[in-house]
């Protein structure tokens, strides 16, 4: 089953504009990553949060996680046509004894240039 | 590309047939992970190892999977007897360690029973 729901399932903006996706998560973390996937095509790493902190940046991508509220957000600033993917959220639990990652449902971005 | 590789990339099959999937993971990682994912979902965990042991499988895998690690090097999973239901791709990642946390993904097989 899906560890919990990234919101919105879809976003279409222009290029250049920012786009926010949040993902909302049900149990304890170790740490919440990003990855990027595009149609049909596997997954990108892009970003890990460890459970302790609040804030990570990496080039264009910020990434915020709020445990108290079981929820992250990852913002791509500037985006780009090239952009375009599917992108998840993955969590690893402190209930489960293995490193499995545990993915959202998903956010469809399309950038128009 | 990540490093992590995937044969094949496309499989089709007849409904009852057996496939057998490959991934050869990042040389240095010891931890290997198979996923499915299905159309407009998100990745769900099937197994994983440490280096040659399973150590973990998840109730998705029903008695139909098959997965090994045979020298600790590239993985195999197998279907036999294949069904509609088993349509999806399945993704390989890897990891550094325990605890090592970012895993590195093949580009998938995608599978279609017919």
């Known amino acids: 089953s899906q560890q919990g729901e990234e919101d919105p399932q879809a976003l279409s903006i222009q290029e250049g504009e920012n786009a926010t996706m949040n993902c909302s998560y049900k149990t304890s973390i170790n740490n919440l990553q990003w990855y990027r996937q595009n149609s049909g095509r596997g997954l990108v790493h892009l970003i890990l949060?460890?459970?302790?902190?609040r804030e990570k940046h990496s080039g264009r991508l910020r990434v915020t996680l709020d445990t108290s509220k079981k929820s992250s957000s990852l913002l791509i600033t500037a985006s780009r046509a090239a952009d375009t993917a599917s992108y998840f959220c993955a969590t690893d639990s402190l209930s489960y004894n293995t490193d499995k990652l545990i993915f959202g449902t998903g956010t469809r971005l399309q950038v128009f240039p | 590309d990540t490093g992590v590789s995937q044969d094949p990339r496309h499989k089709i099959t007849k409904r009852g047939q057996n496939v057998t999937f490959r991934c050869d993971p990042i040389?240095?990682?010891?931890?290997l992970y198979w996923y499915r994912q299905t159309l407009g979902q998100g990745p769900e965990f099937l197994t994983y190892f440490q280096n040659e042991a399973q150590l973990e499988k998840s109730r998705l895998l029903s008695d139909r999977f098959s997965a090994e690690r045979p020298k600790g090097s590239f993985s195999t999973l197998e279907i036999q007897r294949t069904e509609q239901g088993d349509s999806a791709m399945y993704l390989c990642a890897s990891s550094l360690g325990q605890g090592a946390k970012t895993q590195y993904f093949g580009p998938g097989t995608r599978l279609l029973v017919l």
């Open positions: 949060i460890r459970s302790n902190e």
């Open positions: 040389s240095e990682h010891n931890r």
